[in-house]
Structures are given as structure tokens and as C-alpha cells.
């Protein structure tokens, strides 16, 4: 079955150091990757996505991912975390089909401690 | 980039009654418009999926006379939740397809900021 795995349900660092959010997918062909951000009680904002294009992809806020194929993953990073980065971070993976439709993380919350 | 809003953002409705939530795409068409279910500390689950001037194609498991989905519209789509339940009570996010920047692939959805339903 098709799936995508957050590794870590709750990620915490400290503001200036490095964010790692780590995802994985199983697939036999490659999907469109997506990470997205939700603030509380808000909606989801899109982060990055990946269309087989670039492997490394940049994102609004700084976040940057990338896809590595032969490891089925599709990572978040951030070189220096910000206290307004604190948030659950969801990827999400598109099989295709007639639909389109999204298939969820499980999530990760990231806590930035000053 | 396209917006998409949902109103009410919040709303509390005792047992028995009915509830609708809105769902606009403001500066595009949408033909597909999808609806989810968020618990607490937990991930989206798609409920359905609403396709304008035809009927919603339901997830499994997810009650079609329960969760009313209209798409009447390019630009609007409805989700009624009837007889509301405690058990209801959740977080609601909609989104919508734009055919025009995702050249009508599965790709691009844009999300609304969601609506807070408590059913007392």
C-alpha cells in the first residue's frame, strides 16, 4: 500500500541551530512531494514541493528538502530555526491518479525553545 | 497564489442540529474541491472528494447522508454536517484544485484555513 512515514512525531531544537524533519515514502515510481506547515488552528500553508525536477527543492521561510530516490526519502531542513517556525509540519505524498488525491504524514511537531 | 477561505472559521451547535461550512475559491475556479477531517494532535484524513455539478465521491468509512457535500459552483462548495453529534466535534479543512497552475494534473491544492466545529 502506498504510504509516507514522519520518523519523528515531536522534534524539538534551539532558535539558531539546524531543523531536520525527516519523511519517507514508499513507492514503486515517483510521486509529487509535498511538505506543508499548519500553525494552531490554522490551515495548512505550503512549504515546498517536488515535481521531478530539481532534487534539491527550496521553499518559502528558508526550508529547503530534498529527494533522494534510492532512499525513498524527502527530508525538511532549515539551517538556523526561528521561534515562529514552532509548528506541526506535515508531508504529504501525491500518487496521482483521476483525483489527485493527498496522502498524509502523521505529522511532526517542532518546538523552538529561545 | 491562490486563496481559498472557509467560513465560518469557527462554530458551536448543540446535539441534533445541523451545520453548514462554506468553502470559496476566491480567485480561481475549482472543479475539484476536497474536504478533511482533522482529531486533536493528528493527522488530515480525506472525507470526500466534490467535483462541481456532480455528486462527492466519499472516503470510506465516512457517512454520505451524515456530511451533505454540494458543489454548486466553480468557486463554492458546501459541507452540512447533520445531526451533529459530540462525536462530530473536530477540525474541518477544505481545498481546491487550480486546473490553471497545475495544468489540470493531480498536483496543486491550496488549502482553506479550516473550521472549528463543537457540538455541545
Known amino acids: 500500500a502506498q504510504s509516507v512515514t514522519q520518523l519523528d512525531s515531536h522534534v524539538s531544537v534551539s532558535e539558531g541551530t539546524p531543523v531536520l524533519l525527516r519523511c519517507n515514502y514508499s513507492?514503486?515510481?515517483?510521486?509529487?512531494l509535498f511538505w506543508y506547515v499548519q500553525h494552531p488552528n490554522k490551515g495548512l500553508q505550503l512549504l515546498l514541493k517536488?515535481?521531478?525536477?530539481?532534487?534539491l527543492v527550496k521553499g518559502i521561510n528558508g526550508f529547503e528538502a530534498e529527494f533522494k530516490k534510492s532512499e525513498t526519502s524527502f527530508h525538511l531542513t532549515k539551517p538556523s530555526a526561528h521561534m515562529s517556525d514552532a509548528a506541526e509540519y506535515f508531508c504529504?505524498?501525491?500518487?496521482?491518479?483521476?483525483?489527485?488525491?493527498?496522502?498524509f504524514g502523521k505529522g511532526t511537531k517542532l518546538s523552538v525553545k529561545p | 497564489g491562490a486563496v481559498v477561505s472557509q467560513h465560518p472559521s469557527r462554530v458551536i451547535c448543540k446535539s441534533g442540529t445541523s451545520v453548514k461550512i462554506e468553502c470559496r475559491s476566491l480567485?480561481?475556479?475549482?472543479?475539484?474541491m476536497f474536504w478533511y477531517r482533522q482529531f486533536p494532535k493528528q493527522s488530515l484524513m480525506l472525507m470526500a472528494t466534490s467535483n462541481e455539478g456532480s455528486k462527492a465521491t466519499y472516503e470510506q468509512g465516512v457517512e454520505k447522508d451524515k456530511f451533505l457535500i454540494n458543489h454548486a459552483s466553480l468557486t463554492l462548495s458546501t459541507l452540512t454536517v447533520t445531526s451533529a453529534h459530540p462525536e462530530d466535534s473536530s477540525f474541518y479543512i477544505c481545498?481546491?484544485?487550480?486546473?490553471?497552475?497545475?495544468?489540470?494534473?493531480?498536483?496543486?491544492?491550496?488549502f482553506g484555513p479550516g473550521t472549528r466545529l463543537t457540538v455541545t
Open positions: 504529504v505524498v501525491n500518487y496521482g491518479g483521476s483525483q489527485g488525491n493527498l496522502i
Open positions: 480567485d480561481f475556479q475549482a472543479t475539484t
Open positions: 513507492s514503486s515510481y515517483s510521486p509529487s
Open positions: 517536488y515535481t521531478s525536477a530539481a532534487t
Open positions: 481545498s481546491a484544485r487550480d486546473p490553471g497552475t497545475s495544468g489540470g494534473g493531480p498536483d496543486e491544492q491550496y
